[in-house]
């Protein structure tokens, strides 16, 4: 029997959550982008490195193939030489000139905004498209990263807080189940913001933590 009812565990999740919106009341996306296209490209570009990096390449991307129709006919060697700090450049530049493509062909040029349309995209998983979902069109999206599995179970606010590896998609559907679709996404940046600064992988700052007094890992008893 868990000591915390669903009940408890809710209104704690929402108490919690409240300091989190008090901390970062600017519930932004940090990678740079005009356009549905640009963040698309921009968060398959972000896969094993920070935002702060590939902000630092897209400018000289977009610049150059800031559209599906430009990225799709760009010479794969050129990309490699602009993402190459990013790590993974093969991989990266072949699946986003595969997915201007296929956006082109089969899309007509414009970014889908459904998550099955999304995740036919090469290179693009369920988080990618959670982010574009709602960063991009303001539709109802929750991406699911390490800062957030991290956070969620620290904080035990998924109940299989013990697995360091959960399903995403339970994640996802564990956690969106308590909030509203509309906060979805300030939800997900809020989590990735505070997993960033405060509650890191190596060393969280529990001891200026504000929520230490009621925090799980941090020795509050449920
Ligand atoms: S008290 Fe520590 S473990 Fe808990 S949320 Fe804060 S930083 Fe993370």
Known sequence: MPRETTQQRSDRIHAEYAVLCRMFPEAICTLDFQTPFQLLVATVLSAQTTDVRVNSVTPELFS????????????????????????????????????ANQIVSDFNGIVPQTMEELTKLAGVGR????????????VPGFPVDTHVIR????????????????????????????????????????????????????????????????????????
Request: aromatic fraction near 8%; charged fraction near 25%; include cysteine.
């Open 127 to 138: 988080k990618t498209a959670n982010v574009v979902l709602g960063d991009a069109f303001d």
């Open 64 to 99: 150059n193939y800031g559209t599906p129709e430009t990225l799709a006919v760009a010479n794969p060697e050129h990309i490699e030489d602009i993402i190459h700090p990013l790590g993974f450049y093969h991989t990266k530049s072949a699946h986003i000139i595969k997915l």
């Open 151 to 222: 956070v969620t179970g620290r904080l035990r606010w998924r109940t299989d807080w013990r697995d360091k590896h959960p399903d995403p998609v339970k994640v996802e559907k564990e956690i969106t189940q308590y909030f509203e679709p509309s906060e979805w996404s300030d939800l997900s940046h809020r989590l990735i913001l505070f997993g960033r600064t405060v509650c890191t992988a190596r060393n969280p700052d529990c001891e200026s933590c504000l929520l230490n007094d009621t925090c799980p890992s941090a020795g509050h008893p449920l």
